[in-house]
């Protein structure tokens, strides 16, 4: 018989909260929905969330998140897997500059692959991640750097101080300058429909993530 294969242990210091396992599950979605069309059980798990309450908001940003969330579950009802799947491509896709690109670099350098690439690659070394041996796309992708965020707000091996500081610091250097612009380009796309609901719902997630860096933790 074989020695068993040592493994390292991951010491859980802090649980996760249940506000940040939302944020978490926030960003996840938002990462699988701009990585890639939604396929039938995605369409269908969003079409059946139901609508959250809006005349029980307690904030006008909780109003604007609930109508955006509301929306995308409606625009999803109405989707079916093979139409999402061409509206994907043709907003993503093709040979040359897609009708909206996804990469930080474009929007803030002016071109894909520039410095602010270098610098995430830098942070991400840093924080111990790396690309997903692979994957092709740069790691500016918006999907990728939704995912880094979702992977700090589970990391139980950093205590809850040190997981908030390296969200800080991660969404304001690396999505907090260019996630609005992006959000713009989707939403003047012509051949956006379903993403048009996909960047409502990102915008007001990540316009309440921006607006917590101004509380003190």
């Known amino acids: 018989m074989n020695a068993p294969t ?71 009802a109405a989707m079916d897997p093979a139409a999402a ?12 500059r897609p009708e909206v690109v996804v990469f930080g670099s474009f929007y803030l350098a002016g071109f894909v692959n520039e410095k602010p690439l270098v610098k995430l690659r830098d942070d991400l070394a840093a924080l111990g991640l790396a690309r997903t041996q692979g994957e092709s796309l740069p790691e500016d992708h918006i999907a990728a750097v939704c995912d880094v965020m979702r992977l700090l707000l589970t990391d139980t091996t950093r205590s809850a101080t040190e997981r908030a ?34 960047s409502q719902y990102a915008r007001c997630f990540l316009d309440v993530e921006a607006a917590a860096l101004t509380i003190d933790r």
């Open 6 to 76: 040592p493994q390292t242990l991951a010491f859980v210091r802090d649980p996760v909260s249940d506000e940040d396992t939302a944020r978490a599950n926030h960003y996840a979605l938002l990462s699988r929905l701009l990585h890639a069309a939604p396929d039938a059980s995605l369409l269908g798990m969003l079409a059946a969330s139901g609508d959250w309450p809006i005349d029980d908001a307690p904030s006008a940003e909780a109003v604007l998140m609930a109508q955006a969330w509301n929306g995308l579950c409606a625009a999803s």
């Open 165 to 198: 500081s390296a969200q800080d610091r991660f969404f304001a250097t690396h999505i907090q300058p260019w996630y609005g612009a992006l959000c713009d380009a989707l939403d003047a796309a012509a051949g956006a429909n379903l993403y048009k609901r996909v």
């Open 85 to 96: 799947q061409e509206e994907f491509d043709a907003l993503f896709g093709g040979v040359g």
